[in-house]
């Protein structure tokens, strides 16, 4: 008895290590990215810096870029925003939701006081949410592996993830900007695992959104 036992649970860990997730979106820019939107302005005019770029990919040969691209691959051109927004994702089979990306950051590192770059969220109904902590905080100058487990947000039929860059002043400085890649929303026995030190947690005015709207949903 003991050995079936122990056959069991050899099986059992084998199917969880093994088992495939449910990829709801992935992107990774190599092509024309469809459904994803991009929105901003520069000095005022509706302009963004949002742009599929070759300088640095973590794989395959392009990223999202918020900068000006070649030559001087800078996004200091004045006072600056913008939005990288995700079609919406149907979630509504889920019951586990992990997004994860790859992050590359050169900024002014004074998170909250000069340049700003947030991970959000997006339900019907409600504005875009930041899902916390300050993307700055993380090493610059290289890339980072960073996942936010959504799991509250499981079952709902729309939801979009965005990445927001603001420059807040017009002052110049010779920084890249933000390179994202590889950004993928999944459900699954084992989900993506990054580092401990770069894990995203939700916000818990999200977490109440969340559950509204499924009370919406299903009621």
Do not use: C
């Amino acid at each position: 008895m003991r050995h079936i036992a122990l056959w069991a649970a050899a099986l059992a860990l084998l199917f969880a290590t093994t088992a495939q997730a449910t990829i709801f979106l992935y992107e990774g820019f190599e092509g024309s990215a469809p459904g994803w939107q991009r929105i901003g302005q520069v000095n005022g005019q509706w302009h963004s810096l949002w742009h599929k770029e070759t300088h640095r990919s973590h794989t395959g040969s392009r990223s999202a870029a918020y900068n000006t691209g070649s030559p001087n691959y800078n996004y200091d051109v004045g006072t600056s925003w913008g939005m990288l927004a995700s079609p919406w994702i149907n979630l509504s089979t889920a019951s586990n939701v992990y997004v994860d990306f790859w992050s590359w950051l050169e900024t002014e590192n004074a998170p909250l006081e000069y340049d700003v770059a947030f991970f959000m969220v997006k339900v019907p109904g409600f504005a875009w949410g930041i899902v916390p902590p300050d993307i700055q905080t993380f090493p610059q100058g290289q890339w980072n592996h960073l996942m936010a487990d959504l799991s509250t947000l499981a079952g709902l039929p729309a939801v979009r993830i965005g990445f927001l860059f603001h420059s807040v002043d017009g002052e110049f400085n010779d920084y890249e900007g933000w390179y994202i890649d590889d950004v993928r929303v999944s459900d699954g026995v084992t989900p993506p695992v990054p580092e401990p030190s770069t894990l995203l947690l939700l916000g818990t005015g999200l977490l109440g959104a969340g559950a509204v709207l499924r009370r919406r949903v299903r009621g």
